[in-house]
Each structure stands twice: as C-alpha cells, then as structure tokens.
C-alpha cells in the first residue's frame, strides 16, 4: 500500500488532487491511500503520534505551521529522509528555503494530471531502487549502504551504532522507525538490537552471536517472534522459498 498525504487548506484543490491521485494510481497498478489534511498544525499532531506516508503533497502558504516548518519537523524532528515530499503552491521562488528540506519536487498551481503522474511515478522508482540500500542522515549530509553490507544496528537513547561488514557509524534516530525500513532480513531482537540474519552466526534461545563475534541478547517481549522468523528464513534457505 502506497501511503499518500495531501495536506493545503483549500479544501476544494484537496478533493481534486485526491481523486487525480487515485487515478494516477489506477493507472499505474498501484495500490494507495489517500489522507487529507487542511492545516499544518493537525498534520503535525499526526506525525507526532505516529503516521508515516511514502508520498506527501504540501503546500507551503498554510497558514500557521506552513509548510516549511512541516517540511523541518518531517527531517529533523522525525529524523525522516524516507518520505517524499512534493511541494504546491501559487508562488514560486522558495528554492533557498527548500533546500535543506530536499523536496522531490515542487509544483505551481494549479496541478495538471500529466505533473501527478509523472511525480508519483518518479516517487514510485526511487523507493524501488532505494530497496536495496538504508539511509541515515548526518547534520544536512545524507549517506546511504547497502543493506546487504550491513550486520546490525544497536541504539543508546537516540544514538544508533550501524556495524557493517566494514566497519561502523553513529548517527542519531529511533530504532523503531529505522526497522519499518529495512527489508525481510532484518529481525528486531530487542528494543535496542535489530540484526540481519546473514550476520548472525549462532543463535540460542536468550542470544545471538553475530559473523565479528558480538553477543547481543533477545529480551523476552522478542523471543516468540525471532524462533518464528528464524525457522521462516532457514526454509527459505534451504528450498528457495
């Protein structure tokens, strides 16, 4: 499911683009929903409490919390330089203050069908190519590795250690909103701890212990779901499931 978010305060360009959207998906065999938001100040509240989009159309002239500070609260307080931001407005000219932001595109009133099209397609083949790498961001920097390279990633408060094949990274965000990114390899065996089984090389009922020697533990909360998964990925191993 295609996680989409419209959110301008004229409420009748909001029922336009949704339904343009929802064609565009139709179009391209793509499964979507759709959710609307008339001010920046109720967007923000569901961010907060946990609301994650693949693909958001924002307008930048809301009235209190506009757009931008949306845009800032999405990068930096969420630490999400997953989601697509597309920007809308009457105005052009806000190029400096988008920068930092990184909006995948940004397009003037009023939005044409071919502009939806060509920016959700667009949305569409970076997130597939994206598949096989992890981001992080570091003050304005974003760095991306293949996630095939990497063993396991441990947390302290809101510091992640990202350990590699070779070598390590810090950088600071939640580990619960990083395993939402990360593909069917990965496994979260604690509150702290999320592994890729390619890495692991000996399991026991309480621990792991990964390919560079490291012990990390399976709280309790996890053990019903890490046996699960194990027993899931070694089948797959072996008949290519």
């Not at 604690?190 to 490291?214: C, F, P, R, W």
């Amino acid at each position: 499911m295609y996680r989409i978010g419209i959110c301008d305060d004229d409420k009748e360009l909001c029922s336009g683009l949704e339904e343009q959207i929802y064609q565009t998906a139709k179009e391209l065999s793509v499964k979507a929903d759709v959710e609307v938001w008339y001010s920046g100040e109720s967007i923000l509240k569901d961010l907060g409490n946990g609301v994650r989009l693949d693909l958001l159309f924002l307008d930048i002239e809301l009235v209190r919390e506009n757009g931008i500070s949306v845009g800032k609260f999405i990068r930096g307080e969420m630490e999400d330089i997953q989601t697509h931001i597309v920007y809308i407005s009457a105005k052009q000219g806000y190029a400096m203050q988008l920068f930092k932001i990184q909006p995948l595109d940004f397009l003037v009133k009023p939005i044409s069908d071919e502009q939806i099209r060509e920016v959700f397609s667009r949305s569409i083949r970076q997130r597939q190519s994206l598949k096989s790498c992890f981001g992080y961001q570091k003050g304005s920097a974003v760095f991306r590795v293949p996630t095939k390279d990497i063993a396991y990633f441990t947390s302290m408060d809101k510091k992640i250690r990202l350990v590699t094949k070779d070598g390590e990274e810090e950088f600071y965000g939640k580990l619960k909103n990083i395993m939402e990114e990360l593909p069917a390899d990965f496994m979260m065996i604690h509150k702290s701890h999320i592994v890729n089984q390619l890495y692991v090389s000996e399991y026991a009922y309480d621990s792991v212990k990964m390919s560079d020697g490291t012990v990390l533990s399976i709280s309790k909360p996890y053990r019903k779901d890490v046996r699960g998964k194990i027993k899931q990925y070694r089948r797959a191993e072996l008949y290519g499931e």
